[in-house]
């Protein structure tokens, strides 16, 4: 697994910026924490192995048997 170098506020501010979405320095804390978050998520799912699970088109939702069973 790569891992990427977290982001930093001062990062997390430099490309918000770039975006043309300027933060109030009270935010970047939170919006770098948030991003660092995402990326920790994305990368577990990047690690999963889909080989064998079919396209969604083969899910056909009118097939599915209800069980009210909890």
Do not use: C
């Amino acid at each position: 697994m790569s891992t990427a170098a977290e982001l930093t506020p001062s990062e997390a501010a430099r490309w918000a910026d770039r975006a043309g979405l300027p933060l109030p320095a009270d935010r970047l804390a939170a919006v770098a924490a948030t991003a660092n978050h995402i990326q920790s998520v994305v990368s577990v799912l990047r690690e999963l192995d889909f080989a064998d699970t079919p396209p969604a088109i083969a899910y056909r939702a009118e097939e599915e048997k209800n069980d009210a069973a909890v």
